[in-house]
C-alpha cells in the first residue's frame, strides 16, 4: 500500500493535572508569563523537561515523523495557554494549531478530532503526559491503523495482576499471558473514529480504543517501548528526567550502625523479622539492629541527621516501635528532600544467632520496609572472632550503606 495518506496527530495536553505536585519540578518557572485561568499551580505538561516541557517533547516525537501531515494540539480551556503555545511551539512542525479542551479527556480528544482537517485519512490520538514517545512507534501506529483501521501501541504486561475482594485479600489471579497495558497514540481511520465519537453517549471509556471496540471493530496490538509511560505522578516526572538528562545524576551515600546489648526478657528481631529461641535485644523500641542501622543510613544519605533526632528513645510515641516502621518513616523524609532509595547493603555483627537461615525472609521484610526490590538489597554476618564485647556474646552491633538518587 503506498504511504501516501494524509495523517492528523492529536496531541491531548488539556488535562489539569490535578494528581501531580508541580513543586520542586520548575513548577514556578513560567508562572511569571501570565497563563492565568485561575490555576494555583502550572499543569505538569508545561514543566520543564531536557530542553523544552513536557508536552512540546510529546510534539516533536511526532514532528519527526514524515507521514505526519498535520498536529493538533489540545490546550487547557481558559487563561492564555493558546498564547504560550503560540509563541513557543509553532516551530516543531510545519502545519500546527491549537484548540481548546473540555472538561474530561474524552471531551478533549473529539475537540481535538473536530479540528483536524477533512481531508485526514488516519488519525492519532496521544495524550501529551507521554513525552518519551518514539518517533518509530508512532510511525508504526500510523502505517498499522492504516492497514486494519484501528491500532494502538501496548506492552504485553510483565507484572502479575491479583484480583482483590472486598475484605482486601487477593480473590484470584488472572493469567498475564494475553494481557497488554495500553499506550498511546492511538490510530484509526477517519470513518471508524467518527462513528465511535458518534455512538459514545455518556458511556465511560477510559482510552479512545474502548469507543471502537464498542461498536465491534477490531483493534491492532502494535508493540511499544517501555519508556512510553504517562506522568501521573512525581516520580514519573523524576524518572522522566533522568531518561532524558542521564549524565547529571544527584547521587548521596548515607552510612548507618547501631549496637544493643543482649536482653533475656525481650524476642529478638532482626531485619523485621522474629527469630524464635533467640535473646532479644534492649532498647526503648523493638531494638532491631539491622533496621535501626539501615535508618541511620537513609537519614544520612538526606543529610537528615540520625535516628534520634526523630525517633527520641525517651519519647513515649516510640516505645516498642517496629523497626520496620521506622524504616518506612525514614524512606519518606527522604522522599520529602527529593531523593530515592538505589540500593541498601546491610552487615550484621555478632558471634550468635547465624542468619542464613533466615536471610531471604529479612531481605524480603526489609525490601516492603524500604520500597527497594529484592535484588536491590545485600545482607551479610559477620563475626569478631571472639574480641570485643561482641566476641563475648554481650550484644550484636549492624552497619548499613545506602545509594539515594535525587534530582
Not at 506522568?231 to 549524565?247: E, G, H, N, R
Request: one cysteine or more; aromatic letters at 8%.
Amino acid at each position: 500500500m503506498a504511504d501516501d495518506f494524509y495523517t492528523s496527530a492529536v496531541i491531548l495536553g488539556g488535562g489539569k493535572g490535578e494528581r501531580f505536585n508541580s513543586q520542586g519540578f520548575g513548577g514556578g518557572r513560567f508562572n511569571s508569563q501570565g497563563f492565568g485561568g485561575g490555576e494555583d499551580r502550572l499543569p505538569k505538561q508545561f514543566l520543564p523537561l531536557g530542553s523544552g516541557t513536557v508536552l512540546s517533547s510529546a510534539i516533536g516525537a511526532f514532528a519527526a515523523v514524515d507521514g505526519i501531515n498535520e498536529i493538533v494540539v489540545v490546550l487547557p480551556a481558559g487563561g492564555n495557554f493558546g498564547e504560550y503555545a503560540e509563541k513557543n511551539f509553532s516551530n516543531l512542525h510545519k502545519n500546527i494549531k491549537w484548540v481548546g479542551g473540555g472538561q474530561k479527556r474524552s471531551d478533549s480528544a473529539r475537540l481535538g478530532f473536530l479540528a483536524t482537517d477533512p481531508k485526514a485519512q488516519v488519525i492519532l490520538i496521544h495524550d501529551g503526559a507521554r513525552p518519551l514517545v518514539s518517533p518509530r512507534d508512532v510511525d508504526k501506529v500510523r502505517l498499522s491503523a492504516r492497514r486494519y483501521g484501528a491500532a494502538i501501541l501496548a506492552t504485553p504486561l510483565r507484572d502479575t495482576l491479583k484480583v482483590a475482594g472486598d475484605d482486601g485479600n487477593v480473590k484470584n489471579t488472572l493469567d498475564r499471558g494475553n494481557l497488554w497495558q495500553a499506550q498511546t497514540p492511538q490510530g484509526f481511520g477517519r470513518a471508524v473514529l467518527e462513528k465511535a465519537f458518534g455512538s459514545a453517549g455518556e458511556g465511560v471509556f477510559t482510552d479512545d480504543a474502548s469507543m471502537v471496540e464498542a461498536l465491534g471493530t477490531s483493534v491492532k496490538l502494535v508493540e511499544g517501548g517501555s519508556v512510553n509511560f504517562k506522568i501521573t505522578t512525581a516520580s514519573d516526572m523524576f524518572l522522566a528526567q533522568k531518561i532524558v538528562s542521564p549524565a547529571v545524576p544527584n547521587l548521596r551515600v548515607g552510612q548507618g550502625w547501631d549496637f544493643h546489648r543482649f536482653s533475656p526478657d525481650r524476642p529478638l528481631m532482626l531485619g523485621g523479622v522474629y527469630l524464635p529461641g533467640e535473646m532479644g535485644l534492649a532498647g526503648h523500641s523493638d531494638a532491631d539492629v539491622l533496621a535501626h542501622a539501615l535508618v541511620d543510613a537513609v537519614l544520612g544519605a538526606g543529610g537528615l541527621g540520625d535516628i534520634g533526632c526523630h525517633f527520641p528513645p525517651g519519647e513515649p510515641a516510640w516505645k516498642g516501635a517496629s523497626g520496620h516502621e521506622l524504616i518506612s518513616l525514614s524512606v519518606k523524609l527522604l522522599a520529602e528532600k527529593g531523593f530515592f532509595l538505589m540500593n541498601a547493603d546491610l552487615t550484621l555483627i555478632g558471634e550468635k544467632p547465624r542468619i542464613s537461615d533466615y536471610r531471604g525472609e529479612m531481605i524480603g521484610a526489609l525490601s516492603k520496609a524500604s520500597g527497594l526490590a529484592i535484588d536491590q538489597i545485600n545482607l551479610k554476618g559477620k563475626t569478631t572472632e571472639g574480641l570485643g564485647f561482641i566476641g563475648r556474646g554481650e550484644g550484636l552491633a549492624a552497619a548499613a550503606v545506602v545509594l539515594a538518587i535525587g534530582g
